[in-house]
């Protein structure tokens, strides 16, 4: 298996909340991915991404 395939496969296969939120990669967001993801739910990076985008891009009230 190549790298690349290997990136997708680990990309397709999801994330918990948890270690989204330990991740060194999300620390900037670490508090707005606590409050939005939830518990029970696995996440791609691409979906963990456009959560914060979609977040941070709405209108304020």
Do not use: F, N, P
């Amino acid at each position: 298996m190549s790298q690349q395939e290997m990136e997708t496969a680990a990309s397709a296969a999801g994330y918990t909340k948890a270690q989204l939120t330990s991740s060194a990669r999300y620390a900037e967001w670490r508090d707005l991915l606590a409050a939005l993801l939830e518990e029970d739910k696995l996440y791609s990076e691409q979906q963990a991404l456009q959560i914060i985008d979609g977040y941070m891009k709405r209108k304020v009230k």
